[in-house]
């Protein structure tokens, strides 16, 4: 069975700090890893993800994260917060497959203090 | 292009009253997936259809909720009757199946639905 674990439900970083939210998961299968963005009143959108090759997944609006089999984490960082990047953040996972469905964690909100 | 688009936005209903859901997935895309979200809760799988063949329900909570996507383009859902539990958001996905392993689900804005 697959599993995702979100560090922390609420986090607050001054604006132009470092962003980084927390992302373990579990999986008895090579998993493929997202990270999906929620902006207020909107769908959720696809930030990055990761299927093989290179561990660090770079993303849209300067996001990346770095698959780490070992410490089974797929963390997101963002070396600048903006006041846009105020958000819901999800990690997610799904199985080795064209298509399957994909596993959320619980989510992150994200708020950016001027 | 349009995106996944779902209707409607919002719905307001009474407990034991049917509720019925739409999803006009990506045009071309075969797999429609259904999600949702209890409040405060993570986003859980309902289903997943292939054209117009569901496959996998394993998410379907119980036998009030009946999925369908005639012809293989929209689909609906339908909740009959709703309960209080039933309240969340509803996601809609779809994905074209043939991008090969973790190709990526375009999701909707999502319904939000209140059971009172």
């Known amino acids: 069975a697959q599993s995702v674990t979100q560090l922390g439900s609420h986090v607050s970083v001054s604006e132009g700090a470092l962003v980084l939210l927390r992302c373990n998961y579990s999986?008895?299968?090579?998993?493929?890893l997202f990270w999906y963005v929620q902006y207020p009143n909107q769908g959720l959108q696809l930030l990055l993800k990761?299927?093989?090759?290179?561990?660090l997944v770079k993303g849209i609006n300067g996001f990346e994260a770095e698959f780490k089999k070992s410490e089974t984490s797929f963390h997101l960082t963002k070396p600048s917060a903006h006041m846009s990047d105020a958000a819901e953040y999800f990690c997610?996972?799904?199985?080795?497959?064209?298509?399957?469905?994909?596993?959320f964690g619980s989510g992150t909100r994200l708020s950016i203090r001027p | 292009e349009a995106g996944v688009t779902q209707f409607p936005s919002h719905s307001v209903i009474e407990k034991g009253q049917t509720v019925t859901l739409r999803c006009d997935p990506i045009?071309?895309?075969?797999?429609l997936y259904w999600y949702r979200r209890v409040m405060g809760k993570e986003i859980k799988f309902l289903l997943h259809?292939?054209?117009?063949?569901?496959?996998?329900e394993s998410g379907m909570p119980n036998n009030r909720f009946l999925a369908e996507r005639t012809g293989g383009t929209y689909s609906t859902l339908k909740v009959q009757p709703a309960e209080l539990e039933d309240s969340g958001v509803y996601f809609c996905?779809?994905?074209?199946?043939?991008?090969?392993?973790?190709?990526?689900?375009?999701f909707g804005p999502g319904t939000r639905l209140l059971v009172l």
């Open positions: 999986s008895s299968v090579p998993p493929y």
């Open positions: 045009s071309g895309h075969d797999n």
């Open positions: 996905a779809s994905s074209q199946n043939r991008q090969g392993p973790g190709e990526t689900q375009y």
């Open positions: 259809f292939v054209k117009e063949s569901k496959q996998d």
């Open positions: 990761y299927t093989t090759g290179a561990t």
């Open positions: 997610a996972v799904s199985r080795y497959s064209s298509a399957s469905k994909i596993i």
